[in-house]
C-alpha cells in the first residue's frame, strides 16, 4: 500500500506508522522487496522512485485549497493504487462532517468516479461509501490510533463499528479476488483476525520497516508518554447529540497535524476514550480525555473540543454505518 500523510482537518497513514519509532515509510527497494516476500503487506510513502509525482501534489493540496477536489483526490488515489501493481481495489470513501466530503451525494460522486476511472485503466474496482459524522473506534491522533489498530489486531479491543467495517471492507476484497460466492467471504477475515494471523502479519511487517519488534504490546506507554491528559466533563447536560470534527484542532491541539507543508507532527497529541454519539451520559462523566504535550496545549484543546460537542434531551437519528457500495 503506496500511503500519504495527512490532509486538511483529516490525519494521514504515513503519520500514524510514523508515531512507531524507527518505522521507515521509504525504504530502499531491496528492504521493500523482503518485507512483501517475508509478510505479504508493506505500507510505505510516495518516493522518488515510487509514484513521485504524488508525494509533491499531495503536500501542494493540503496548502492550496485544493484537498476536496473530486478531480485531484481521483488522480491521487489511483495514481498510488495503480503504482503498487493490485489486480483489485476496495475503497472507503467517506461522507459527513469529519470527511473531505460533506454530504452522502458527494461521497457518492467521488466513489463513482474512483470506480470508473480505476475500472477504465483496467483494475476492477468497489468502493464502500460509509458515515464518518463520528470518529470510527475511540481515538483521534496519530500515536494513539496506532495504538487502537494494534489492539484492534491482537484482539485487546475491537470497538464494534471499526469490527463491522472492517470485515466488510476485508469480504469485498475476498470477492474482487475471485472468492467463490457461494463460500460466505467473511468468516475468513473474521478467523484471520481471531487466530492472530493478522497481529502477526502486521508485526512482521513494522519490525521489517525499522519498527519495533515487539509492537503488540503497549509501546506507546514507551516512547509517546503524554504531558497532560484531561476528562471533558458534561457538566448538566444528559445526552451527547451530535459532534463536529473539522471544529477541533487536527490530532487534539498543536502538533497534532500540519498547518503548512514543513510543520511537524507530535504524534503523542489527540483524544482517547471517544464516547460515541447518542450515548447516554451523567452530569460530570467525561465525553473523551485529552492528549497533549503540556498543560497550556491541553486546556485549549479542551476549550475546542467542549465547543464541538453538543448535549441533548434524545437521541440524535442512527445513521447507516454504511451508505452504499458502488460496483464497477
Known amino acids: 500500500m503506496i500511503s500519504g500523510r495527512g490532509l486538511g482537518h483529516t490525519g494521514g497513514t504515513l503519520d500514524k506508522l510514523q508515531a512507531l519509532p524507527g518505522y521507515c515509510i521509504d525504504p530502499p527497494r531491496e528492504q521493500l522487496l523482503g518485507v512483501l516476500r517475508d509478510c505479504g503487506c508493506a505500507i510505505v510513502g510516495a518516493g522518488t522512485n515510487l509514484a513521485p509525482a504524488d508525494r509533491r501534489l499531495y503536500a501542494v493540496r493540503d496548502v ?5 477536489s473530486v478531480p485531484l483526490i481521483t488522480a491521487s488515489i489511483l495514481s498510488k493504487k495503480l503504482a ?11 461522507w459527513g462532517n469529519g470527511a473531505f466530503m460533506a454530504s452522502r451525494d458527494e461521497a457518492s460522486t467521488l466513489a463513482g468516479n474512483l470506480v470508473r476511472v480505476a475500472s477504465g485503466l483496467g483494475l476492477p474496482a468497489t468502493a464502500l461509501v460509509t458515515d464518518m459524522n463520528q470518529v470510527l473506534g475511540t481515538t483521534a491522533g496519530n500515536a494513539l490510533e496506532t495504538q487502537e489498530a494494534i489492539d484492534f489486531l491482537t484482539g485487546a479491543s475491537r470497538e464494534p463499528h471499526l469490527l463491522a467495517l472492517t470485515l466488510a471492507l476485508a469480504a469485498h476484497a475476498l470477492l474482487l479476488g475471485d472468492w467463490p460466492r457461494t463460500w460466505p467471504p467473511q468468516p ?29 504490546g503497549r509501546w506507546l506507554g514507551h516512547g509517546h508518554r503524554t504531558g497532560a491528559t484531561r476528562p471533558a466533563g458534561t457538566r448538566r447536560w444528559l445526552h451527547r447529540r ?15 497535524g500540519w498547518q503548512r507543508a514543513a510543520d511537524a507532527v507530535d504524534p ?15 452530569a460530570g462523566e467525561p465525553l473523551l480525555r485529552v492528549h497533549a504535550a503540556g498543560v497550556d496545549a491541553a486546556e ?7 465547543a464541538a460537542i453538543t448535549i441533548g434531551p434524545s437521541a440524535p437519528p442512527s445513521l447507516a ?3 452504499r457500495i458502488m460496483l464497477a
Open 84 to 94: 503498487a501493481g493490485l489486480q483489485g481495489l476496495v475503497l472507503d470513501v467517506k
Open 64 to 68: 492550496t485549497a485544493t484537498v476536496e
Open 321 to 323: 454505518l454504511i451508505d
Open 268 to 282: 503523542r497529541v489527540g483524544f482517547s476514550h471517544i464516547r460515541p454519539l447518542g450515548q447516554w451520559v451523567r
Open 242 to 256: 451530535h459532534r463536529h470534527p473539522r471544529a477541533r484542532p487536527r490530532g487534539g491541539g498543536p502538533g497534532g
Open 188 to 216: 475468513p477475515a473474521e478467523l484471520t483476525l481471531s487466530s492472530g494471523r493478522a497481529a502477526e502479519a502486521f508485526a512482521r511487517m513494522v519490525a521489517g520497516l525499522g519498527g519495533p519488534r515487539d509492537v503488540g
Open 300 to 306: 485549549a484543546a479542551m476549550r475546542s473540543a467542549a
